[in-house]
T-cell receptor
Framework: DTEVTQTPKHLVMGMTNKKSLKCEQH?????MYWYKQKAKKPPELMFVYSYEKLSINESVPSRFSPECPNSSLLNLHLHALQPEDSALYLC??????????????FGPGTRLTVL | DQQVKQNSPSLSVQEGRISILNCDYT??????FLWYKKYPAEGPTFLIS?????DKNEDGRFTVFLNKSAKHLSLHIVPSQPGDSAVYFCAASAGNSGYSTLTFGKGTMLLVSP
């Protein structure tokens, strides 16, 4: 299984809502990533988890709260978002190792619209 | 300041011809470079990569060339096929912290016409 799955595919939420994005992989990867991609822009890294521990937080506002409950799952909890947070949210995973570079495998993304 | 630059937003090529996508970078610490392909409504798909210790890597119709002195890499697709029409992102990584952190270019939209 070389797939990263993300649910939901589309999400529309109000600024007072609380919602969660989910990501799952069964490739045995121990690094997982959240990216945000706006239209006509490259993906921008938000968070990195390595061995289920948060390793990188790229100064993301606290209204985005990541969670890695186990090695296969990655969640992104959303609360009090702003319309400018509307974007495609991509999850990725990779192996962790020092002997060679480890490519990231991406999911299809969740298209988020904040009203 | 953008550390990875793809200066051509789009490229149109006829089927069967060569497609050349270019990428420039500014960070001398980058030691691994990747190309990803992205269709609309899908996540990026890994295509091909190259380590900074090499100057060429080939995989089927895809070849990536790296010119370290010029801080430039290019992706050649030969022959181009209509199914290659997609957005191509150049990405780079610095160091090896065990996991990878990628810096992406803005992407080049390739259109291959029959």
């Amino acid at each position: 299984d070389t797939e990263v799955t993300q649910t939901p595919k589309h999400l529309v939420m109000g600024m007072t809502n609380k919602k969660s994005l989910k990501c799952e992989q069964h490739m045995g990867h121990r690094a997982m990533y959240w990216y945000k991609q706006k239209a006509k822009k490259p993906p921008e890294l938000m968070f990195v988890y390595s061995y289920e521990k948060l390793s990188i937080n790229e100064s993301v506002p606290s209204r985005f709260s990541p969670e890695c409950p186990n090695s296969s799952l990655l969640n992104l909890h959303l609360h009090a978002l702003q319309p400018e947070d509307s974007a495609l949210y991509l999850c990725a995973s990779s192996r962790v190792g020092t002997d060679s570079y480890n490519e990231q495998f991406f999911g299809p993304g969740t298209r988020l619209t904040v009203l | 300041d953008q550390q990875v630059k793809q200066n051509s937003p789009s490229l149109s090529v006829q089927e069967g011809r060569i497609s050349i996508l270019n990428c420039d970078y500014t960070n001398s610490m980058f030691d691994y470079f990747l190309w990803y392909k992205k269709y609309p409504a899908e996540g990026p798909t890994f295509l091909i990569s190259i380590s900074s210790i090499k100057d060429k890597n080939e995989d089927g119709r895809f070849t990536v060339f790296l010119n370290k002195s010029a801080k430039h890499l290019s992706l050649h697709i030969v022959p181009s096929q209509p199914g290659d029409s997609a957005v191509y992102f150049c990405a780079a990584s610095a160091g090896n912290s065990g996991y990878s952190t990628l810096t992406f270019g803005k992407g080049t939209m390739l259109l291959v016409s029959p």
